[in-house]
């Protein structure tokens, strides 16, 4: 997809370094608005006002101390005021959301399709760091992701020529398959240990993950997830597991250290499939095939 510009793109060098850079600086961009609204949506507060502030000192935070990436090193991680810590989480998510816009420009060229692959990107990066601190998936962020899918799913039939409903509608058939497939997953599981296996708002992201990579995708997004969820929990044990521990919801359920943060890993997984799909697709058919 995208292959005319793409082939543009490699002929031009300073082209390519002057597109990817721009892709870079307004991809960290966008990853310094993520940072407030993984911050502030949970706690029901408006994610454009006010402008950023200290949380210790709540100090105004100025521009040039808010640069993506870069002012987190030029203030080594501290507050310029009060020298409180900022976590280097606000500056890794900054980096990845640049490097990733990058990365989708780099690979399908710019145009539609490479534009609703980065907003469905920076929604799921929201979903992940929220399930992350709350245990929560806001159904409002899924539905966005759902129909981000749907319209990449068109914009992907557009650039390669094809039918505009036919592959969207394929792709709407999966996502509602898909949620059943998890659902029935989870509801084995849930017999099987005795107590809720699975968060609801699994099985509803997983549909709209599928639906913006296509029925293919099924297979390789839940093995990702469930082989990166097992390892980096192993991983991370000894401090507790993944995810912020520390909180307890409406109903009165808190996660122990078992609850993994499955959202976190369906995005990471699904992350992992927009960039590289192709080339793990081959990997893992290749895999089935001499198993069989
Ligand atoms: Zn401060």
Redesign the pocket.
């Known amino acids: 997809m995208g292959d005319p510009l793409h082939n543009e793109l490699a002929l031009v060098p300073w082209w390519t370094t002057f597109v990817l850079t721009s892709a870079y600086l307004f991809g960290s961009c966008i990853g310094s608005f993520l940072n407030v609204v993984i911050y502030r949506l949970p706690a029901g507060k408006s994610v454009v006002h006010p402008g950023s502030a ?6 105004p935070i100025a521009w040039y101390d808010n640069l993506p990436v870069v002012s987190w090193f030029v203030l080594l991680g501290k ?6 810590p900022f976590s280097f989480r606000y500056a890794a998510i900054e980096l990845a959301v640049g490097l990733f816009a990058a990365g989708l420009v780099y690979r399908y060229g710019l145009g539609p399709f490479a534009l609703s692959h980065f907003v469905a990107a920076s929604i799921m990066i929201a979903i992940a760091g929220i399930d992350h601190d709350s245990f929560l998936i806001d159904t409002r962020m899924t539905l966005a992701l759902a129909v981000t899918g749907l319209l990449s799913q068109v914009a992907k039939a557009y650039e390669a020529g094809d039918s505009l409903w036919q592959g969207p509608l394929w792709a709407l058939c999966a996502g509602i398959g898909a949620f059943g497939l998890l659902w029935l997953i989870g509801y084995v599981a849930s017999s099987v240990v005795g107590e809720e296996a699975m968060g609801g708002g699994d099985a509803p992201l997983f549909a709209a993950i599928v639906i913006l990579l296509g029925p293919a995708s099924i297979p390789l997004v839940l093995l990702l997830t469930g082989i990166q969820g097992m390892l980096i929990w192993a991983l991370l044990r000894h401090r507790g597991g993944v995810g912020d521990h520390d909180v307890e919801h409406e109903d009165g359920w808190a996660p122990s250290e078992r609850h993994v943060p499955m959202g976190l890993f369906l995005v990471l997984a699904a992350l992992e499939m927009q960039l590289g799909g192709d080339a793990l697709t081959d990997a893992y058919l290749d895999f089935v095939a001499r198993l069989i």
């Open positions: 200290c949380p210790s000192c709540e100090q507050c310029r005021h009060c020298k409180a």
